[in-house]
């Protein structure tokens, strides 16, 4: 259930060699746990963790799981986390992940999930910290009406490198996915975007969406977007795409011709492009929570909360 050392890339293949800590979270059959499991991983001193997570679930079980990594020990720290869900028959797991890490540090992570006839698994992925950030998303729709939402938001500044690699593989009929990601890059920063989509044969009535989309917030800022659909049924609806541009100049004439002044005009065009991630994640208080962190992240960020 942990996985073995030849699972995936090889951030979770390096994972594998060195873990040593990490949680167990088994829900029993019609379990629903309404409170949020809050898993923080923090890193005290300059020092490298490995971390391999499981949730396991039961038919009918539901469960919203956090994983939290804040800014720890300054310095250059190495982080490496796999994370692994196994969602059983009509059970429904949410999956909140945080990234804060210092700005020295690199964290390299993997979420797998394995799912079951008519499992729901949602996934939401904020990062907004260390130098070199990589996280690997992989889900299987197993059983048949499967569904999976991946949602993603990643800031990157001065010269950072965040990178998302993702893959959801159809092995069944009637599954669903839908996958939002949006990037806000600035100062020489660069964003990467992979996202994989697989149709089996047998995966017929399948409906997928892909869509990527990045802001660039100076001259220098780099993102690049590759999404990807490997189909091999023929009753199928499926799309991707993918969009790298700047800040609407017509938008930003029209804030500034209400009394806005140029900087918080290009603030609040920024937090609105990112606030649609933030829109669907379902809990409330972990939207705030989401909100919160990407305020810490833009520049001004107190002031840009009094002109929401």
């Not at 609040?268 to 669907?280: G, I, K, M, N, Q």
Request: glycine share 8%.
């Amino acid at each position: 259930a942990f996985g073995q050392a030849g699972d995936g890339e090889a951030p979770a293949a390096l994972n594998a060699a060195l873990a040593a800590d990490g949680a167990w979270i088994r829900l029993g059959r019609g379990v629903a746990v309404e409170p949020p499991i809050h898993l923080v991983f923090l890193t005290a001193t300059v020092a490298d963790q490995h971390l391999r997570n499981l949730v396991v679930t039961e038919p009918g079980a539901q469960a919203t799981i956090v994983e939290h990594y804040p800014a720890g020990a300054a310095g250059s720290t190495l982080t490496t986390a796999v994370t692994r869900v196994l969602a059983a028959q009509d059970s429904h797991v949410t999956h909140l992940k945080l990234q804060q890490e210092a700005p020295e540090a690199i964290h390299l992570a993997t979420i797998e999930a394995e799912q079951a006839r008519g499992a729901v698994f949602a996934s939401h992925s904020l990062s907004f910290g260390a130098r070199l950030a990589r996280n690997d998303i992989r889900t299987r729709l197993a059983g048949e009406g499967a569904e999976v939402l991946l949602n993603g938001l990643y800031h990157a500044d001065g010269r950072r490198h965040v990178d998302h690699h993702t893959r959801i593989d159809h092995a069944r009929p009637q599954g669903t996915s839908r996958e939002f990601y949006r990037g806000l890059i600035d100062g020489s920063a660069r964003g990467v975007f992979t996202g994989r989509i697989l149709v089996a044969q047998d995966a017929q009535r399948t409906d997928a969406m892909q869509r990527c989309d990045n802001l660039l917030l100076s001259r220098l800022a780099e993102a690049d977007a590759r999404p990807e659909l490997e189909i091999y049924a023929d009753d199928v609806k499926c799309a991707h795409g993918a969009t790298v541009g700047q800040l609407d100049e017509d938008a930003l004439f029209y804030l500034r011709s209400r009394g806005v002044d140029a900087v918080h005009a290009r603030q609040l065009l920024t937090y609105a492009f990112a606030a649609e991630v933030l829109d669907r994640i379902a809990h409330a208080p972990l939207r705030a929570f989401g909100r919160a962190a990407l305020l810490e992240r833009l520049p001004d960020g107190a002031r840009l909360e009094e002109l929401l």
